[in-house]
């Protein structure tokens, strides 16, 4: 197709005043993408990781306490070195969870809690009673002796984010650690590591957090503990830097697709995001056997807010739903109808699908196409509610809005994929399940959808964008915005409740492991990325220097000088 010299003189008598949202060119060079090295001597670290995971292993059994045993998993967890020790967690979290947990509330508060947070973390059955020895004998609040016990107040904290809804020992444990960790006569005792550690789990609790960035940032944090185990040191620092040097060949390849596809000139009006995509897929799924997955997941979040552009900023009401219909039809043939910003939209589209199904065999192929193509359809006609509730200025209720922003979202499109990506297993009854919006792809959906509003809503009410919840609350109960963002952050704590008990209780027999995680990341992304703002669309120069130090900057291990 050769470019036109104009988008509105392909639809006729159109006379439409195109908005922009002024989003600001990416602040990334991708000509330098094919620069990036990760200088790895590869034979050699791999040989030195299976010495150092050996000797980590004989850490975890040679019958080191419990208290000790508990610790270490928690960290190689947090250093994002579960998968490397499946066996031996698995083996230690089913002894646990089968005894009454005597030894481990004999251990104290911080072992307690450590030992709720990873028994829900990796699926098996525990029970909040578990704290009932902390607390009164009505077990309404936790002991006033154990208010001075910082580290195990952090770790109750932590723990309490795990809670399945209703768990009233929850909440009560989650209000006493803040009430004691923020105690103003608190600031006089506290150790400057313990200081920084309580303001980061204030600000993102554990089980909210990013892993992969988790375990970036604790490989400095772990350094410099009590008790650092050597060994697990100098594994996570050459591990993070062997997926890292996957990554950045990675991102090197989406650079090189997006320059091609060269949306970003010929659409402008849209957001250039790639590297923060990547950085996002990235966050979602980090494992480095799924590089495919990670190549087609940055491809899908480009085009999705490419056309999620489209639909709210420059296209008439005409253009998208006419847009809509041929997406709902896959009409390949009319695509002749469509401008021609629209007429790429759909090519870059295609060849995406196309390039997902070509990785499958046939027979999942023939299977799947047809669901894939419904979920962009649904995706579409959510995007075209919105556009239709802008031009007409109406604001929903609370609960048509939702309805309908949940699929907005794209949560759906990218975790339908993902399933497909990751390799999981391929029939019609899963791929109808997926389509039919289940729990483990409605909640995430919701997060997201919810996590943005709170970062976004007060720009896209200046910029005369469509309602977002907040909006939608405030017009319904007439509350206050602030009144409003304290009952959506309500609605995003409850989403996450039901998300954990989801994930431990129902999900596991219908999904793999993999799948499971990859939809919880979606959410903990969310968390991320609009904490302090929309990462997306504005980075903040936090975002950036998050993205320089897990996918540009490599750490530095002197190897030779092992002191252990």
Request: with cysteine; net charge negative.
């Amino acid at each position: 197709m050769e470019p036109r010299s104009s988008f509105e003189d392909e639809i006729p008598n159109q006379t439409f005043a195109r908005r922009s949202a002024n989003y600001q060119p990416s602040s990334w060079d991708y000509t330098s993408l094919h620069t990036l090295s990760n200088t790895l001597k590869e034979e050699v670290n791999d040989r030195l990781a299976e010495e150092l995971m050996q000797e980590v292993r004989n850490q975890i059994n040679d019958g080191i306490k419990l208290q000790r045993q508990l610790e270490l998993i928690e960290a190689i967890d947090r250093l994002g070195l579960s998968s490397l020790f499946h066996e031996e967690i698995y083996r230690v979290l089913s002894v646990l969870s089968l005894n009454n947990y005597k030894e481990v509330i004999l251990c104290g508060l911080r072992s307690t809690a450590i030992c709720f947070q990873l028994l829900r973390r990796f699926g098996f059955q525990i029970s909040e009673g578990i704290f009932d020895d902390f607390m009164d004998g009505d077990h309404n609040t936790f002991l006033p002796t154990l208010s001075d016990d910082l580290i195990g107040l952090l770790s109750l904290y932590n723990a309490s984010y795990m809670a399945f809804p209703g768990e009233k020992k929850m909440e009560s444990a989650r209000s006493f650690a803040v009430k004691n960790m923020t105690r103003k006569n608190m600031q006089e005792i506290l150790p400057g590591s313990i200081e920084s550690a309580i303001g980061h789990a204030l600000d993102l609790p554990l089980h909210r957090r990013m892993p992969w960035m988790e375990a970036r940032m604790y490989i400095d944090v772990y350094e410099l503990e009590d008790g650092m185990s050597p060994a697990l040191l100098h594994l996570a620092k050459i591990h993070f830097n062997k997926v890292q040097s996957i990554h950045q060949k990675e991102l090197n390849h989406a650079g090189s697709w997006w320059t091609r596809l060269d949306l970003g000139k010929t659409i402008s009006f849209s957001r250039d995001r790639l590297i923060e995509c990547f950085f996002y897929v990235v966050g979602i799924v980090h494992h480095p056997d799924y590089g495919f997955c990670r190549e087609k997941l940055t491809q899908v979040g480009m085009l999705i807010a490419t056309i999620d552009d489209v639909y709210d900023v420059y296209g008439s009401l005409e253009e998208l739903e006419l847009f809509t219909q041929i997406i709902d039809r896959w009409d390949i043939k009319g695509v002749v109808e469509l401008p021609y910003y629209m007429k790429i939209c759909f090519s870059a589209l295609n060849d995406t699908i196309n390039g997902v199904a070509n990785h499958l065999y046939v027979d999942d192929r023939l299977e799947a196409i047809p669901y894939i193509k419904r979920v962009w359809a649904d995706l579409f006609k959510s995007f075209l509610v919105e556009a239709k509730w802008h031009k007409k200025g109406y604001i929903p209720t609370l609960k048509e809005y939702l309805s309908n922003a949940s699929i907005s979202a794209a949560g759906h499109v990218i975790l339908f994929l993902a399933y497909i990506l990751l390799k999981c297993k391929i029939t019609k009854e899963t791929l109808q399940l997926l389509q039919d919006f289940p729990n483990i792809i409605r909640l995430p959906s919701l997060v997201f959808r919810l996590c943005n509003d709170l970062a976004t809503s007060s720009v896209e009410q200046e910029r005369g964008d469509v309602a977002t919840s907040v909006q939608c609350y405030m017009k319904e109960t007439g509350a206050s915005e602030e009144e409003a963002r304290m009952y959506i952050s309500m609605l995003i704590s409850d989403a996450w409740n039901d998300m954990n008990e989801e994930y431990s209780t129902c999900s596991k027999p219908q999904f793999p492991q993999r799948f499971i995680d990859a939809s919880i990341n979606l959410a903990r992304m969310a968390s991320f990325m609009y904490q302090h703002g929309d990462g997306f669309s504005a980075p903040s120069h936090q975002i950036k220097g998050s993205i320089k130090s897990l996918l540009l900057n490599s750490i530095s291990n002197n190897l030779n000088e092992r002191d252990m």
